[in-house]
């Protein structure tokens, strides 16, 4: 059973067009991290959020942390190649949790 | 300043053959968590290390196991290799105790025949 749930799996598209990951759960998380991984590296950390409701902006990246902060999602605007990779959520249950639990990731592809 | 890193980056072995693999962390920190990540799967916690003490485990084989040095670097083991332990393994460091903000390591990838 996977706690955390991201959606889509897999996403190509074209550059310059916008999307939107997902990152869904029932439980609670008292954080929650999205990392970027390219293939046969470890993840890069993009951003923590921490307070529900809470919006951070990375560039032309937008993440969000539900209001319940069960659930996450990632805004990216006007795609350019350089933004392929695999996006992945990670939660922390409980505050100094000894663990990250990690959704299965999105393969995100953008199309010169 | 230098990252997390990994020895070795590729290995193979064979089925019953055990294998360890090294971390250094960023300088400064304390904790290190070892990860899996299987092929098309997002990474699953291992252990985690806090200050020599193994503070965290997951749902791992006791054929698994890991230890942390007094200058904050860790081993992870594996006895008794099986096909399905092919997979990168990551090790990633953090400042404080628990998962908040970890950095990781490039990771090693692991092939069992």
């Known amino acids: 059973t996977q706690l955390l749930e991201q959606s889509p799996q897999f996403l190509s598209i074209q550059e310059g067009e916008n999307l939107t990951v997902y990152c869904n759960s029932s439980?609670?998380?008292?954080?929650l991290q999205w990392y970027r991984q390219e293939p046969g590296e470890g993840p890069v950390l993009l951003v923590t959020?921490?307070?529900?409701?809470e919006v951070k902006k990375l560039k032309r990246l937008t993440f969000q942390f539900g209001d319940a902060r069960k659930d996450s999602s990632l805004h990216i605007t006007a795609a350019q190649p350089g933004d392929t990779g695999l996006y992945l959520c990670?939660?922390?249950?409980?505050?100094?949790?000894?663990?990250?639990?990690f959704g299965q990731g999105t393969r995100l592809t953008i199309n010169p | 300043d230098a990252g997390v890193t990994q020895s070795p980056t590729h290995l193979i072995k064979t089925r019953g053959q055990h294998v360890t693999l090294r971390c250094s962390p960023i300088?400064?920190?304390?904790?290190v968590s070892w990860y899996q990540q299987v092929l098309g799967q997002g990474p699953q916690f291992i252990f985690q290390?806090?200050?020599?003490?193994?503070?965290g485990r997951g749902n791992f084989p006791d054929r698994f196991s890991a230890r942390q040095f007094p200058n904050y670097s860790s081993e992870l083991n594996v006895n008794a290799l099986l096909l399905g332990d092919s997979a990168l393994y990551l090790c990633?460091?953090?400042?404080?105790?628990?998962?908040?903000?970890?950095?990781f390591g490039p990771g090693t990838r692991l092939t069992v025949t």
């Open positions: 990670a939660g922390e249950k409980g505050k100094g949790a000894q663990k990250l639990v």
């Open positions: 439980s609670v998380f008292s954080s």
């Open positions: 290390y806090y200050e020599k003490e193994e503070r």
């Open positions: 300088s400064g920190h304390k904790s």
């Open positions: 959020v921490v307070t529900g409701g």
């Open positions: 990633a460091s953090s400042s404080l105790l628990g998962g908040y903000e970890q950095y």
